[in-house]
């Protein structure tokens, strides 16, 4: 009898959904420090934009690339702050930053292809890799290199059916940030062995020391597709807005893939994004700010309890260490934590073999569940 296609069975489920699933089981209250979800409300211009859409029927399909004058401005806000100067024919508005990844995935790999990935890394870069039949191949981060892809060291990972590599910065769950020089010679690697060079962006706004550097800022030969997302910078992740700037010789291609993905981006959620876009932006600061501040407060407290983590320079994740309180199962033991003490954490091991014995916690979580969250883990 017919089943499930193998590469959709095959395919790993994420170990964040499962700790999500046995939160949402239990019958008392929780702390959830283990999805990034902003504590913030989703500002109030970014609603009153949606709903004017709403007011106004405009309800309809928008064009397969998105709404033209978000395009258009979403070119001013690429040129602006991220050094990308794309025509706003490059820009292709998607649902959220995982349909931009799925869409540069789509339209640049086909079945066998290998893919870099990075370990740890978000599980959804193996996910969806696995969707489309190519091989992910983890590059490992190292804390001597500030958990920074090495360039040297990525070459000898690269082999003929190698077509790209996936870069994530500000990085989820590191927080390691790419600056100006390594964004360049990723793109020189990209160059050297014929490669896509796709680039996750989703947290550029949220950057705590280090200046995060767009890799496309460096496109020579037309290889980095960029994917940013409206969901953390504006705290509405449910909206699921995110856009792909694309080089032009596969822009065309990508916006054509919408049609039989989404077809379009919910249009008063698009409205939604131009008005995130064009109000005011001390709402973005002012919860970096608050990132920033709980990140200090998070470390300090660990500190006092002798849990080692790893300080981020941008997203909102701290990488703890437990390899001595794990026991070597670090999956087992965030089940435990949650049904014990009622904090849910993501184990490490979801974000790769280099994850075992680390779990993350958000920052996007509000300051005193966080504390609290973080005394109960380390008691
Ligand atoms: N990329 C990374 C690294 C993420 O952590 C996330 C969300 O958690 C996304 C992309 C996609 O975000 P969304 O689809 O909600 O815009």
Same mark, same amino acid.
């Given at each position: 009898?017919?089943?499930?296609? &193998?590469?959709?069975?095959?395919?790993?489920?994420?170990?964040?959904?499962?700790?999500?699933?046995?939160? *949402?089981?239990?019958?008392?209250?929780?702390?959830?420090?283990?999805?990034?979800?902003?504590?913030?409300?989703?500002?109030?211009?970014?609603?009153?934009?949606?709903?004017?859409?709403?007011?106004?029927?405009?309800?309809?399909?928008?064009?397969?690339?998105?709404?033209?004058?978000?395009?258009?401005?979403?070119?001013?806000?690429?040129?602006?702050?991220?050094?990308?100067?794309?025509?706003?024919?490059?820009?292709?508005?998607?649902?959220?930053?995982?349909?931009?990844?799925?869409?540069?995935?789509?339209?640049?790999?086909?079945?066998?292809?290998?893919?870099?990935?990075?370990? !740890?890394? *978000? &599980?959804?870069?193996?996910?969806?890799?696995?969707?489309?039949?190519?091989?992910?191949?983890?590059?490992?981060?190292? !804390?001597?290199?500030?958990?920074?892809?090495? !360039?040297?060291?990525?070459?000898?990972?690269?082999?003929?059916?190698?077509?790209?590599?996936?870069?994530?910065?500000?990085?989820?769950?590191?927080?390691?940030?790419?600056?100006?020089?390594?964004?360049?010679?990723?793109?020189?690697?990209?160059?050297?062995?014929?490669?896509?060079?796709?680039?996750?962006?989703?947290?550029?706004?949220?950057?705590?020391?280090?200046?995060?550097?767009?890799?496309?800022?460096?496109?020579?030969?037309?290889?980095?597709?960029?994917?940013?997302?409206?969901?953390?910078?504006?705290?509405?992740?449910?909206?699921?807005?995110?856009?792909?700037?694309?080089?032009?010789?596969?822009?065309?291609?990508?916006?054509?893939?919408?049609?039989?993905?989404?077809?379009?981006?919910?249009?008063?959620?698009?409205?939604?994004?131009?008005?995130?876009?064009?109000?005011?932006?001390?709402?973005?600061?002012?919860?970096?700010?608050?990132?920033?501040?709980?990140?200090?407060?998070?470390?300090?407290?660990?500190?006092?309890?002798?849990?080692?983590?790893?300080?981020?320079?941008?997203?909102?994740?701290? *990488?703890?260490?437990?390899?001595?309180?794990?026991?070597?199962?670090?999956?087992?033991?965030?089940?435990?934590?949650?049904?014990?003490?009622?904090?849910?954490?993501?184990?490490?091991?979801?974000?790769?073999?280099?994850?075992?014995? *680390?779990?993350?916690?958000?920052?996007?979580?509000?300051?005193?569940?966080?504390?609290?969250?973080?005394?109960?883990?380390?008691?």
């Amino acid at each position: 009898m017919i089943g499930a296609a &193998p590469n959709a069975e095959a395919m790993p489920r994420s170990g964040i959904r499962e700790v999500m699933d046995l939160a *949402w089981s239990l019958p008392g209250p929780i702390i959830g420090l283990h999805v990034g979800e902003p504590s913030f409300s989703t500002p109030a211009h970014v609603l009153a934009g949606a709903q004017a859409a709403l007011d106004r029927h405009d309800t309809r399909y928008a064009p397969n690339p998105g709404v033209p004058a978000l395009r258009t401005a979403l070119t001013e806000k690429l040129a602006a702050r991220n050094g990308v100067h794309a025509a706003s024919e490059q820009v292709i508005v998607t649902a959220g930053g995982m349909q931009a990844l799925f869409l540069a995935m789509i339209a640049t790999l086909t079945a066998g292809d290998e893919v870099l990935i990075p370990d !740890p890394g *978000w &599980p959804n870069f193996a996910m969806a890799v696995a969707l489309l039949q190519a091989r992910p191949v983890r590059y490992p981060l190292h !804390p001597e290199r500030g958990f920074l892809p090495d !360039p040297d060291e990525l070459d000898g990972l690269v082999g003929p059916r190698t077509r790209a590599i996936i870069v994530n910065s500000p990085s989820n769950p590191l927080g390691a940030v790419v600056e100006a020089g390594l964004a360049e010679r990723l793109c020189r690697f990209a160059d050297a062995h014929d490669l896509w060079l796709i680039s996750d962006e989703c947290y550029d706004e949220i950057a705590f020391d280090a200046a995060p550097a767009s890799p496309a800022a460096w496109d020579r030969e037309g290889r980095v597709l960029s994917c940013f997302s409206f969901s953390k910078t504006y705290a509405m992740t449910g909206m699921r807005v995110g856009y792909l700037v694309a080089p032009p010789r596969v822009a065309a291609t990508a916006a054509k893939l919408q049609e039989p993905l989404i077809a379009s981006v919910n249009t008063p959620a698009q409205y939604g994004a131009l008005a995130a876009l064009e109000g005011p932006q001390d709402v973005v600061a002012e919860m970096r700010l608050a990132y920033r501040e709980r990140r200090d407060l998070a470390a300090r407290a660990l500190d006092e309890r002798g849990v080692g983590y790893l300080m981020p320079q941008g997203a909102f994740y701290l *990488w703890i260490d437990v390899r001595d309180r794990c026991g070597g199962d670090v999956r087992s033991w965030a089940l435990e934590l949650l049904r014990e003490r009622q904090v849910a954490v993501a184990p490490g091991v979801t974000f790769g073999p280099a994850g075992e014995g *680390w779990l993350r916690a958000s920052l996007a979580t509000g300051t005193e569940e966080l504390l609290e969250g973080l005394a109960r883990l380390a008691a």
